[in-house]
């Protein structure tokens, strides 16, 4: 199989143990890593999955995971591995959440797939091929006028210390801008950009896990991701600006100027 077939059917996978236990968890089934961050037994049977696809396939290549983290391994390929982004909406039995697998080379994001099981949505992008919905192009919207935008966030709420200057920047675009959207699923925010249900999407402090993935898929829909210093470290440093490339600069200058450093 390729790694993209492999992706595919291992964000398939999991999916589908997602979609057949929300509602189901029971709170002695969920561990709280750090303040207001969970992992539940389904986590982590997903991502063993995953795991297990990846190594029958591919047994050399490295694999950063949320719930296990590195492998041992010290290949030129790595797997970036989500399989469960919204786990608080998934405990709460809220139907928005997804599994999110990318491959990196050498850095270089090279192919990634985000699958919501609840729509049975599957986005997926390989590098130099474009990006696709369940075998449908999909491209970024071609809204300029921030008048007219939907920006999605996320609340930083595992560091909440930054939440006086997350509000300040938050205010200043909302009030330049048609609506905010939280849905506590920033794999799925970032595949909204890509097809043009955002225009723009912002966070602070993310993961690896939490955007690789996504970046992919924006940008071979067209659009434009990068952190807060419009370099492309987004991956690694976790503070993220994507949006449809027309309105870049707007939150860019916004958020730069609430966060003249990295936070």
């Known amino acids: ?8 059917l291992s964000a398939t996978e999991a999916g589908k143990i ?57 290949d030129s390929y790595c ?4 399989p469960l982004d919204g786990t608080t909406n998934f405990i709460h039995g809220v139907p928005h959440c997804s599994v999110s697998i990318a491959l990196a ?78 849905t ?6 970032l595949a909204y950009v890509a097809c043009g249900r955002f225009d723009g999407f912002w966070e602070l402090r993310l993961s690896p896990w939490d955007i690789a993935a996504g970046s992919i898929i924006i940008s071979e829909a067209g659009g434009k991701i990068t952190d807060f210093e419009e370099k492309s470290n987004h991956i690694w440093n976790g503070n993220v600006i994507a949006t449809n490339a027309l309105i870049h600069d707007f939150i860019l200058r916004i958020v730069q100027k609430t966060f003249p450093t990295n936070p």
């Open 1 to 8: 199989m390729t790694p993209n077939e492999v992706a595919i």
């Open 18 to 74: 997602l979609r057949d236990q929300i509602g189901k968890i029971q709170s002695e089934h969920v561990v709280n890593k750090r303040p207001f961050d969970y992992v539940t037994a389904i986590d982590k049977q997903c991502e063993a999955l995953i795991i297990q696809n990846i190594k029958k396939y591919f047994p050399t290549h490295e694999i950063l995971a949320e719930e296990s983290g590195n492998s041992e391994h010290r």
């Open 79 to 82: 797997w970036i591995i989500d």
């Open 105 to 182: 080379k050498d850095n270089d994001i090279i192919l990634g797939v985000i699958y919501d099981p609840f729509r049975d949505e599957l986005f997926y992008a390989e590098q130099g091929k474009g990006a696709f919905c369940n075998s449908k192009s999909i491209h970024v919207s071609s809204q300029k006028n921030e008048n007219y935008c939907l920006v999605a966030t996320g609340f930083p709420f595992k560091d909440k210390e930054l939440l006086n200057q997350y509000w300040t920047a938050l205010s200043e675009i909302f009030l330049k801008i048609s609506g905010i959207r939280r």
């Open 184 to 189: 506590g699923s920033a794999s799925l925010d």
